[in-house]
């Protein structure tokens, strides 16, 4: 790491809880690049202000994470007008066409609740085009400035519950995490030689827009959601220890905040 003020770069940061890690992740002294979809530029704005009003540096860069110029762009973007890119935290965001055509969308990627029965084809490819795609796309980018820079760095994917266990209605989000996952353990492996970590955090239900979708899609489909609800900043504070130095030792693990929900 350099001695001046790391970088980060947040994506899905509009709202929820990658909003809540941006905020944190300024609190702990590092400069903020903010990403979702273009739709969400004005709430971007108002981010890049909250962070600003902290002390930090911080700028808007909006766009869609499943293609693969607009990942390359972005990150071309933060490290010319920040200096460098030192923390990336993952989150897909899809484009508000491809959000529109799904039964159901939060803004942790795309998920989808349907039995696989009743799932079109076209939609699981959306799922994993955004989800693991999207992830595998600012995973490579990010990768590729952090070598260039040789300062080493952090990355953090998203995974979630979803992706340590099967839920009934959730096979193609379930099966985007657990690719999550894997490529989380590949990086890792392929990184350590350049003191870059790889991890993911794989949170249970919490308390945001999400939730409340996941609740009512659960309910449409006929399956229970009887599991704990948690607050956004539970997973901040673990992607703020996870982008500090001392997290050095701690790679290629998939960290799970559920309230008990799932045993490792």
Not at 12 to 33: K, M, N, P, T, Y
Not at 214 to 241: D, H, N, W
Request: proline content about 3%.
């Amino acid at each position: 790491m350099s001695g001046s003020a790391r970088v980060a770069f947040v994506s899905g940061a509009a709202q929820g809880i990658g909003l809540v890690i941006a905020l944190r992740l300024a609190d702990d002294g590092l400069d903020v690049a903010v990403n979702d979809i273009a739709s969400k530029k004005g709430q971007l704005e108002e981010v890049v202000s909250q962070i600003k009003s902290k002390g930090r540096r911080a700028i808007a860069v909006p766009g869609d994470v499943s293609v693969e110029g607009e990942v390359r762009d972005i990150i071309d973007k933060v490290v010319a007008d920040l200096g460098g890119l030192d923390v990336v935290r993952i989150l897909c965001c899809a484009s508000s066409a491809a959000c529109s055509q799904l039964k159901l969308v939060a803004n942790a990627g795309l998920l989808l609740v349907a039995p696989v029965q009743d799932m079109d084809a076209e939609e699981w490819d959306r799922v994993m085009a955004v989800n693991i795609r999207g992830t595998m796309l600012q995973y490579k980018y990010a990768t590729k400035q952090m070598i260039k820079q040789g300062r080493g760095g952090r990355i953090l994917g998203a995974s979630s519950v979803a992706g340590k266990r099967g839920w009934g209605g959730l096979s193609a989000y379930s099966a985007s995490k657990f690719a999550v996952r894997g490529l989380t353990q590949c990086l890792s492996l392929e990184l350590s030689k350049h003191n870059i970590t790889v991890n993911c955090y794989a949170p249970g239900i919490v308390m945001t827009q999400m939730a409340q979708d996941l609740g009512a899609g659960l309910a449409r489909v006929g399956m229970p959601a009887e599991i704990p609800v948690g607050e956004p900043e539970s997973v901040a504070s673990i992607v703020s220890y996870l982008a500090k130095p001392e997290a050095s030792f701690v790679t290629g693990q998939s960290i799970s905040p559920n309230g008990g929900a799932v045993f490792d």
